[in-house]
């Protein structure tokens, strides 16, 4: 029977096709391929993970905002996040989104209000 000699080698291999498992074509089987692929996998989900931070941030703006044009508060978003952080008020933007919904309106609302950050 021979001596093995490269598995580390094979064992490098097997650990990255088993990476590649849902892949489609020869990304999933021919190491070379799935190599590049795997690299370009990981890209990918970095650039789309700094995407949906993004995302979750504006939508988190758009709805403190519509919140307090719904309540009639005389001020914008710039001027409340900005008097929030003059005050030492540390409440970040998804905080703030989750705050605007309708069962915790009232908490947002007096937050608002008794600092009277719109003025």
């Known amino acids: 029977m021979p001596r093995v000699k490269k598995s580390s080698a094979s064992k490098k291999h097997k650990k990255l096709i088993r990476k590649t498992k849902g892949f489609i ?7 070379r391929i799935a190599k590049q692929a795997y690299i370009k996998s990981l890209i990918y989900a970095r650039r789309d993970r700094k995407r949906n931070q993004a995302r979750y941030r504006r939508e988190n703006i ?4 519509s919140f307090i044009k719904e309540k009639g508060i005389n001020t914008s978003y710039s001027r409340l996040i900005n008097s929030l952080l003059k005050r030492n ?4 933007r998804k905080i703030l989104g989750i705050l605007t919904n309708k069962n915790y ?3 947002l609302e007096d ?9």
């Open 89 to 92: 008020i540390i409440i970040d």
């Open 111 to 119: 937050i608002i209000r008794t600092e009277k950050l719109g003025r």
């Open 105 to 107: 309106s009232s908490i």
């Open 25 to 31: 074509g020869r990304r999933k089987n021919v190491y």
């Open 62 to 65: 758009v709805k403190i905002s």
